[in-house]
Every structure is written in C-alpha cells, then in structure tokens.
Nanobody, 121 residues
C-alpha cells in the first residue's frame, strides 16, 4: 500500500529522486514522512509533508539539499536529493500517518518496504 522506489548508487555531489505511491487505505492520510536507517544505526527522520496544507519539514542534516513534494493526482510524494554525501547512505522508508508529530516514527501508521541509497565518495 506504500511503494517506495528510486534508490540506487550515486556519487558524492550527485542526485537521486525517491518516489512513494500510496494506495488503498493509505490514501487519506494527513502526512507522509521519509525516514532512513544507515547500517548499524537507528532510524532517523529525514523529511515530511502534510498532504492538504503542503507544509514541509526537514532534518537539519538534509535541509537545503533535499526537497519533498507531492502530486495529489498521483497519490505520490517525491524526495529530491541533491548534493548527496556518503553519510546519506541508508535504506530510505516512506510512511504515512494521521496525527502526531511529523518527525517521530511512532506517529506514523503505515510504512513502505524501503529503498536503498548508496552514495560513494
């Protein structure tokens, strides 16, 4: 019901765009978030967008480099990642939720399967 794609290998300074398509009961969510988990580390908030108002949120580590956007007609949220750094290497997950804070994973109700982003130096 959440399909994330777009991961892959990029060089430092390069770009990738992730997509997350919502379907089924995940369509009427209030917010969609992107989280990531690097090898040996815990889950980390990356970005989020509120579906109706369009308000966006970013972790300090990606602010100015990543942009989150939505396409209402396609029930899709994108994460444009520019100026990638090796420390951006992680499995990226999209999630949707109906309330709570935008940066807490516990406030999201459905999660996608994750897509791997690898940034080489």
């Amino acid at each position: 019901q959440l399909q994330a794609c777009g991961g892959g290998l990029a060089q430092a300074g390069g770009s990738l765009r992730l997509s997350c398509v919502a379907s089924g009961r995940t369509i009427n969510y209030v917010k969609m978030g992107w989280f990531r988990q690097a090898p040996g580390k815990g889950r980390e908030f990356v970005s989020a967008i509120r579906w109706i108002a369009g308000a966006t949120y970013y972790a300090d580590s990606v602010k100015g480099r990543f942009t989150v956007a939505r396409d209402n007609a396609k029930n899709t949220v994108y994460l444009q990642m520019n100026n990638l750094k090796p420390e951006d290497t992680a499995v990226y997950y999209c999630a949707v939720g109906y309330g709570g804070s935008y940066d807490s994973g516990e406030s999201y109700d459905y999660w996608g399967q994750g897509t791997l982003v690898t940034v080489s130096s």
